[in-house]
């Protein structure tokens, strides 16, 4: 049943390319690592041998914005911080997607405070919000895995509409 | 003599208007002052050859709130010489929320100084650089004063537009 025992007998397969598009999108997703804080060692673990984030195709933390197609935000974020967390984001090529990962993150945790912005969701559209303080790496690999099924049941119209900000500003001019 | 004694002594034989109040409590020694004299104390416990308090740990205020003399500003001092830490106490009002900098005393105090101005609006005279240090520099609020609300007001921290 699998891909190389169907290419063997018959020499060819049929699918549609959305499929194919997605599903090699689905598995090499390249995470920006936004560690701020403690969630950020957590993430860490992931990526070590024994969880192995390289078994989902998911190793290579890009600390470049441009080569990324999810944003992993771990930590507590600040509002000072939040500007810059916004302009990594908008620096990523579409499409992309983010994990909030952590109670701080989701809703500002623990720390219900005038100095931290209570959930990204205020600020950046969330995909996964990822429980625990700081959640488990598995837990990190489960969300990912979401997000592989998510990127698995786009098609390319699905990003046919984005709004691309420069190309408006020709437009009007 | 005992090192208390000693400090108690020297500062009231040089310092007799400052309106000096010692204190103990538990096991920390407590000099309590007029503001107008921070900057000289301070210099001469760092410099007297028999004191040497050369670090300066933290600098810190209280809000009391309704107390007609608001802010107590606190330096923790430490003498390396004889392992000992001092704390050094000044009245600060509301009216008049100002306070002499002793940046000039202890280099390290620059930035400790612009958190407490940071967090409850009290100005240090003379200091070289006194802007915010945690919070955006156009903030308006000072938020460990007893009258700010925990989650802050809302609209004062600007957001990334989404």
């Not at chain 1, 169907?6 to 920006?32: C, H, I």
């Not at chain 1, 623990?110 to 790496?137: E, K």
């Not at chain 2, 002499?100 to 070289?128: A, C, L």
Request: some cysteine.
């Amino acid at each position: 049943m699998g891909l190389e025992a169907k290419l063997n007998s018959e020499g060819f397969l049929v699918t549609q390319l959305d499929a194919v598009v997605a599903w090699a999108r689905k598995n090499s997703v390249y995470p920006m690592p936004m560690g701020i804080s403690c969630c950020a060692i957590e993430m860490m673990a992931a990526a070590d041998p024994k969880y192995d984030i390289a078994r989902f195709g998911s190793e290579v933390m890009r600390f470049t914005p441009r080569q990324c197609d999810l944003m992993i935000v771990a930590g507590t974020v600040t509002y000072k911080m939040s500007h810059v967390v916004r302009k990594i984001y908008d620096q990523m090529p579409d499409p992309k997607w983010v994990i909030a990962m952590g109670a701080c993150t989701s809703t500002g945790g623990m720390y219900r405070s005038y100095s931290v912005v209570q959930g990204i969701d205020q600020f950046l559209p969330v995909d996964v919000y990822l429980a625990g303080c700081p959640p488990r790496p598995d837990n990190l690999l489960n969300a990912l895995i979401q997000i592989q099924n998510k990127i698995g049941r786009t098609r390319a119209r699905d990003f046919q509409n984005l709004k691309l900000p420069e190309l408006n500003v020709i437009q009007n001019n | 003599m005992e090192l208390k004694e000693l400090i108690s002594q020297k500062l009231q034989a040089n310092f007799p208007e400052a309106e000096l109040e010692f204190s103990e409590f538990r096991n920390e020694f407590n000099v309590k002052f007029n503001k107008k004299f921070v900057n000289p104390i301070c210099k001469f416990l760092k410099e007297d050859s028999e004191l040497e308090f050369l670090l300066c740990e933290d600098i810190t205020a209280v809000d009391w709130a309704k107390r007609k003399n608001r802010f107590t500003v606190v330096y923790h001092i430490f003498s390396l010489k004889h392992n000992f830490r001092l704390v050094v106490k000044a009245d600060v009002d509301e009216s008049d929320c100002n306070i002499d900098t002793v940046s000039s005393v202890w280099k390290t105090s620059d930035w400790q100084e612009r958190e407490t101005y940071d967090m409850y609006g009290i100005k240090f005279n003379n200091h070289p650089d006194l802007r915010r240090i945690y919070m955006p520099e156009e903030f308006e609020y000072y938020p460990l004063r007893k009258e700010f609300p925990l989650l802050g007001i809302p609209g004062s921290l600007p957001l990334p537009k989404k």
